[in-house]
């Protein structure tokens, strides 16, 4: 919490000039995640693959806001071409489907994965501070986790399914300026 209340006061003159892009619903922010195992907050990125989040490497900063009530993506402040953030949840050997996969964006809004999730992502106010740090949520089920060597960004309905080499995140909004 003390790395939101340190935001708070560094980013709060400034947030009255968050970019916007043309006609979205909300000023732009971007993801950034903190975690027990590394409380400096890190930039979400869309990694070199151009789909998927990580927190390593040179990826781009995915810019995102809302539009009409759907979280929405950008890499540019045009706001063209958009991405529409999903979970990559993959098939079963039965036909059912995992309650994990990869966070990403989605530049066609769909995916040839029968499994995959388009869901309606919310941010949800950080109890102290309701203007700054709100939290990615997803139905309030399950979290998000940075994977592996590259710290791909999972989200998991529970925490023992799905890759192991994992630590818990957050992602929080700060506004891009």
Wanted: hydrophobic share 30%; aromatic share 12%.
């Amino acid at each position: 919490m003390k790395f939101l209340s340190t935001i708070s006061l560094l980013i709060a003159p400034l947030a009255s000039w968050a970019l916007v892009i043309p006609n979205a619903d909300t000023p732009s922010f971007y993801f950034v995640a903190t975690s027990p195992d590394n409380a400096t907050p890190r930039t979400v990125r869309i990694g070199a693959d151009g789909i998927y989040t990580t927190l390593s490497g040179s990826g781009t900063a995915i810019q995102t806001y809302f539009f009409q009530g759907s979280l929405t993506g950008t890499l540019d402040k045009s706001g063209s071409p958009t991405f529409h953030p999903f979970l990559n949840i993959s098939p079963r050997e039965d036909g059912s489907c995992t309650t994990f996969g990869q966070f990403g964006y989605s530049p066609q809004g769909s995916s040839p994965n029968t499994c995959a999730s388009f869901p309606r992502f919310q941010i949800q106010s950080n109890p102290e501070n309701s203007q700054l740090g709100s939290k990615l949520t997803n139905n309030n089920v399950g979290g998000f986790y940075a994977c592996g060597p590259d710290e791909i960004i999972w989200y998991k309905q529970n925490a023992q399914e799905g890759p192991q080499n994992c630590s818990p995140v957050d992602l929080y909004t700060v506004p891009v300026l």
